[in-house]
């Protein structure tokens, strides 16, 4: 059987061999009045065997029944097929300058009991270099006392850092009879916020009163801190309050009874109190006092000494042209306006790509009595774009941050495979848009050996924390430095070595003239270990769960000074190749 099919001047014919695997082509390039024998295509003869023997024909080539296709023309080979492109080499890993420290024989361990932290407790590039302080604790005793422990530079924010203690909230008073009490404490970008309230009676109920509710936090970055009181919040509304469980409010095991008490008494009963917002700002802190789930708008901005704005927070949209939108309410104090901060994803577990900024003009503060209640005029709400989507090969972050005296929002977007990333920061302004853009330096701006940030840096320029993993993906793979510490008195008495990993890294100044203000470090493996490293490395400390933490004590950890410093050729343990986050520049020698 013959099967024709011709264009214009150009055809191809094809016959079935019977019984043959192979099928036999010619080819036509003058309009039939000479053929070519084709070689060999076994691929279209065996789709052919299966498929009706219709033949089309076009400029570019046949099609043979219903999916086998031939293209082009002039009797080309069907050649072996294509090959897959050869992976690129996989990177190997590398390291970048280890840094070699020292525990100082003047200092020793000192334990920190009752962290309020769901993990070891160990800070980590959250609480590193903040203003003056180089590395922050919070703690929350079984009385209610809230205190913040941190190591706090000089004024002139260089220099040795000295241990101190502030007191957030006191500890709740006795004699409360059958009232309770609840509390929200966070941690936040600038510092702690904390709120308390008492609720009468015991039970939080809709509709009744919510009075003196106690506002408290700690800013490093503006190097303010606070505490008020909001007189008149409204009514409760359902939600406000999660009562805790029964066995929470039993005394720890371990307790001991003060002198002449047979049973050592019972915490205060403390609740969970859940506003819809509690962020700390520029010279204060805001405050929606119910929760989420009451769609209540009321707000407050507290700016001590007694200071208090009242408005309503802006109500966000629910849906855009492309579905609904999944928007997390914030607030900024921006030249000494509110300004409502709405930030959008680009899914619900992505990173935020863009933002709702609303402002309006502030009410004016009334001196030592709240603003009286009011609407106000309407807020006007706009949209911008602060990062391109995440994608195959581009990884984005987004954050807050201060520069001098102003909080914006910082973006990061880093491709990993090539080393190579950017950053900017933008600051809030209060008529609801962001400023000029400033480029931020990353990790892939460094040296090997960085130099640190002045304490005129710090002041001055944007801080950029700038995280080594997002989710399970390395950011600034091949940047980590090693690190090795001895503690010349060990546990034995004989000299101990732990082995740890530089992690996030939080700098300043420019792309071009980049500076480190320090880095958090992990112990390799799983040890309960690390280290805060300032760009004065000279001035670090080293952190461990501690050994006898306790239902009385609560999360404990110890921390000690050590003196550290790079070491070009300092050899790098064995145990460092394991760890995640190396691939970078070819493996040096060991």
Aim: aromatic letters at 6%.
């Amino acid at each position: 059987m013959v099967a024709l099919s011709a264009r214009a001047s150009r055809g191809r014919a094809r016959t079935d061999g019977g019984g043959e695997d192979v099928a036999a082509f010619w080819e036509s390039l003058d309009g039939g009045v000479t053929w070519a024998e084709l070689p060999e295509m076994p691929a279209l003869s065996r789709e052919l065997a299966q498929a009706p023997v219709a033949v089309a024909c076009g400029a570019s080539g046949c099609l043979f029944g219903d999916v086998a296709t031939r293209v082009g023309w002039g009797g080309q080979a069907e050649g072996a097929p294509p090959r897959a492109p050869e992976p690129p080499p996989r990177a190997q890993p590398a390291v970048r300058t280890p840094i070699v420290c020292e525990t100082l024989p003047s200092s020793k361990w000192t334990r920190v009991d009752n962290v309020d932290s769901s993990g070891l407790g160990l800070p980590d590039a959250d609480e590193l270099l903040r203003g003056r302080s180089v590395w922050s604790l919070l703690t929350r005793a079984p009385s209610g006392a809230i205190d913040v422990v941190s190591a706090m530079l000089p004024e002139s924010g260089a220099g040795e850092a000295r241990v101190v203690t502030r007191s957030l909230l006191p500890a709740v008073p006795a004699g409360l009879g059958g009232a309770r009490v609840a509390t929200n404490l966070t941690a936040q970008m600038e510092g702690y916020a904390a709120a308390r309230l008492r609720i009468p009676g015991g039970a939080a109920k809709p509709g009744a009163p919510m009075r003196n509710v106690e506002v408290a936090w700690e800013n490093w970055l503006d190097g303010t801190s606070g505490r008020g009181v909001i007189p008149d919040a409204g009514p409760f509304e359902l939600g406000d309050v999660k009562p805790a469980p029964d066995a929470a409010r039993k005394a720890p095991p371990g307790a001991r009874p003060p002198p002449g008490q047979r049973r050592a008494p019972a915490p205060p009963p403390e609740d969970f109190y859940d506003p819809a917002l509690l962020s700390v700002s520029l010279r204060g802190i805001f405050l929606r006092p119910h929760s989420g789930s009451a769609h209540s708008e009321l707000t407050f901005f507290y700016e001590p000494p007694a200071k208090l704005q009242r408005f309503d927070f802006p109500s966000w949209p629910a849906s855009g042209l492309h579905g609904s939108l999944d928007v997390r309410a914030d607030a900024v104090l921006a030249d000494g306006q509110p300004v409502g901060v709405g930030m959008v994803r680009q899914a619900s577990n992505g990173p935020v790509t863009a933002m709702l900024l609303a402002h309006r003009p502030a009410p004016a503060p009334s001196a030592g009595a709240p603003t009286p209640p009011g609407p106000g005029p309407a807020w006007a709400i706009d949209a911008v774009t602060v990062a391109p989507p995440a994608g195959r090969d581009r990884l984005v972050h987004t954050d807050w941050t201060y520069a001098g005296t102003s909080i914006g929002v910082t973006t990061l977007v880093a491709d990993p495979g090539h080393a190579s990333a950017w950053a900017l920061f933008q600051p809030f302004r209060k008529d609801g848009t962001l400023g000029p853009a400033r480029p931020l330096p990353t990790p892939f701006d460094l040296g090997d050996a960085p130099r640190p940030c002045s304490a005129a840096e710090r002041a001055a320029t944007a801080r950029h924390e700038a995280p080594l993993f997002l989710g399970s993906e390395a950011l600034f793979p091949g940047t980590r430095h090693p690190v090795v510490v001895t503690d010349a008195a060990g546990p034995s008495g004989a000299p101990e070595v732990m082995v740890l990993l530089t992690a996030s890294t939080v700098l300043h100044g420019t792309p071009s003239a980049p500076c480190v203000a320090g880095w958090d470090a992990r112990a390799i493996g799983r040890a309960p270990l690390s280290a805060i490293l300032p760009g004065d490395l000279a001035q670090s400390w080293l952190f461990r769960a501690a050994a006898g933490s306790s239902g009385a004590t609560g999360t404990a950890i110890e921390l000690r000074r050590m003196a550290c410093r790079f070491e070009p050729g300092a050899k790098v343990p064995e145990a460092v190749w394991s760890e995640p986050a190396l691939d970078g520049s070819p493996r040096p020698d060991r």
